[in-house]
């Protein structure tokens, strides 16, 4: 996680998301702004390597305001030490912002509505790799694929890497799925590394083989 990376500078890219979250917190953009107790923005550094997008706030995250406070968050904690990764070096939001009342499935209209505040999120923090927490964030880089046959096979998308992972919650309420989920995330470092793999890949090709040489 100490790799530098090319992005925006810290001081814009934390006014961005400080901006995001002052409009998220006051959204009326749809039916959940009605029953929410408190709207989620996401949390984590401006500059993390690592976003994790899931899917909605549970009861837990819409009473203190934060993402993943509940059980699957102490799972979340868990699978990101396993991984050498600590809570405060990732950004954690989700793709609707407020809790879908007795925490159903986001609606279409509701993920519509909040699609504007993910990508002003994605585009200030300009991740290395972004994590889908489950099939409603998956669908978003992977339109019609099932999560059981992709989770943890990781796809490139510009110069960043996107891997399909099951919601934490899954292993709550699905046992059998607790050794892929942990599988999954351990290997977070290894595609942290291959990020760097290809852009020092693509630095060399945008190096005219002349000064290539000399580096010899």
């Known amino acids: ?8 500078a810290a001081g814009d890219a934390e006014s961005k998301l400080a901006e995001v979250a002052a409009e998220v917190r006051v959204c009326p953009k749809c039916e959940l ?7 989620v923005p996401g949390e984590g550094p401006a500059d993390a390597r690592i976003m994790l997008i899931g899917e909605g706030p549970g009861w837990h995250e819409d009473q203190q305001g934060r993402p993943f406070v509940g059980n699957a968050g102490k799972f979340l904690n868990e699978l990101l030490g396993r991984a050498g990764v600590s809570r405060e070096q990732v950004f954690i939001t989700n793709v609707v912002k407020c809790r879908p009342p007795g925490n159903r499935d986001p609606m ?5 509505a909040c ?27 992977f339109p019609g694929e099932r999560i059981s046959k992709i ?7 510009g110069r960043r890497l996107v891997v399909p992972m099951y919601h934490p919650a899954a292993a709550l309420h699905q046992g059998s799925l607790r050794g892929a989920i942990e599988e ?16 020092e890949s693509e630095a060399a090709r945008e190096v005219p083989l002349s000064e290539q040489m000399k580096m010899f």
């Open 1 to 8: 996680m100490d790799a530098e990376r090319d992005g925006p």
């Open 33 to 39: 702004c009605r029953t929410r107790t408190h709207a």
């Open 108 to 112: 279409p209209d509701e993920i519509a």
């Open 115 to 141: 699609s504007e505040y993910l990508e002003r999120q994605i585009a200030a923090i300009d991740p290395d790799v972004i994590v889908t927490l489950g099939r409603f964030s998956m669908a978003r880089w």
């Open 151 to 157: 989770h943890g096979q990781p796809k490139r998308d």
């Open 184 to 199: 999954d995330f351990s290997k977070l470092p290894k595609i942290l590394g291959e990020v760097d793999r290809l852009r």
